[in-house]
């Protein structure tokens, strides 16, 4: 007769049975499900709020380039599908590239209004512009007055 050990009685088998795991992939499932389409809609908000933020930043910070007359020059800020673009001179195409500061943005979000924005030397007056910034199913708008000032 073989003697076994007494504390074996005790010892239990150990891991998951197939519909323990089957439940738990589905409960999983489930979840992921419901959570994905919501966190999905507060990305493309946050994006829009990027975009309306970071033309509104660009926006003063080339007005205040021009009203502290940095390289005595006019001032503005060049909006393309890739990039937002400070830049010195009278137009876009007439600037001196050297002084370009490239700013990356979005092609999700488009922006509809002037593609180029320019602050005049000393008093930061410029022509009324309205942008409409939007992802398709929101829409922001930042409009600028001709004394330059900046609303959304």
Do not use: C
């Not at 439940?23 to 992921?32: D, E, H, K, N, S």
């Not at 419901?34 to 080339?62: K, M, V």
């Not at 007359?69 to 673009?85: C, R």
């Not at 924005?117 to 000393?122: I, S």
């Amino acid at each position: 007769m073989r003697s076994q050990n007494p504390l074996a009685i005790f010892v239990k088998q150990a891991g998951f049975t197939l519909l323990e795991m089957l439940l738990v992939m589905g409960i999983a499932a489930i979840i992921f499900a419901i959570g994905l389409p919501i966190s999905w809609n507060f990305y493309l908000d946050y994006q829009l709020i990027y975009e309306q933020r970071a033309l509104t930043t660009l926006l003063g910070h080339a007005r205040n380039l021009a009203m502290v007359n940095v390289n005595e020059k006019v001032h503005g800020v060049y909006i393309d599908s890739d990039n937002f673009v400070v830049f010195d001179g009278d137009s876009y195409a007439a600037r001196e590239a050297v002084y370009d500061k490239t700013f990356p943005r979005s092609s999700a979000i488009t922006i509809t209004g002037p593609s180029e924005q320019v602050f005049a030397q000393l008093s930061g007056q410029t022509s009324s512009s309205t942008y409409n910034i939007s992802n398709g199913r929101k829409t922001f708008t930042t409009y600028v007055n001709s004394e330059g000032r900046i609303e959304w």
